[in-house]
């Protein structure tokens, strides 16, 4: 998990923490004495200037959960994918937690993960 915090999410993650409460998600936003997501659209409607500040958060991990398990298997193996991996997981954690204001970023990201999980098509004009 400090890999996360050293290099795919440096400038978005404070920590990156293993978590035993969570059961069914890989990944949640701990905004225990952070700023909560209703918190920080209501400073935001007080003072527009702030609009596109987020603070670094902090990210929990559900160590049990499959994504989990598999990402730390490919970590030394295929650093790109891990990368767009943890990166996917963090934005899913931050719409879970209504924290993400523009989800456009995220769009190449997904084209790149849906591309990679598609087999290799044998003839390409085929489709």
């Known amino acids: 998990a400090k890999w996360m915090v050293g290099t795919p999410l440096k400038d978005r993650v404070s920590e990156v923490t ?4 969570l059961v069914d998600s ?3 936003i701990n905004e225990q004495g952070g700023q909560s997501a209703a918190m920080r ?3 935001q409607m007080l003072d527009q200037s702030k609009a596109s500040e987020l603070p670094k958060q902090r990210l929990e991990l ?4 499959p994504l989990i398990k598999k990402l730390a298997a490919i970590r030394s193996s295929d650093e790109a994918l891990a990368t767009l991996v943890a ?3 963090f934005d899913n954690a931050m719409i879970g937690a209504g924290m993400l ?6 769009l190449g990201r997904l084209t790149q993960l849906l591309e990679r999980a598609m087999p290799p ?3 390409a004009d085929a489709a």
């Open 18 to 21: 293993m978590s035993s409460r």
């Open 26 to 28: 890989p990944a949640v």
């Open 41 to 43: 659209r209501m400073m």
């Open 62 to 65: 559900n160590p049990a959960h």
């Open 87 to 89: 990166e996917q997981l």
């Open 101 to 106: 204001d523009d989800a456009r970023p995220m």
């Open 121 to 123: 098509v044998a003839d």
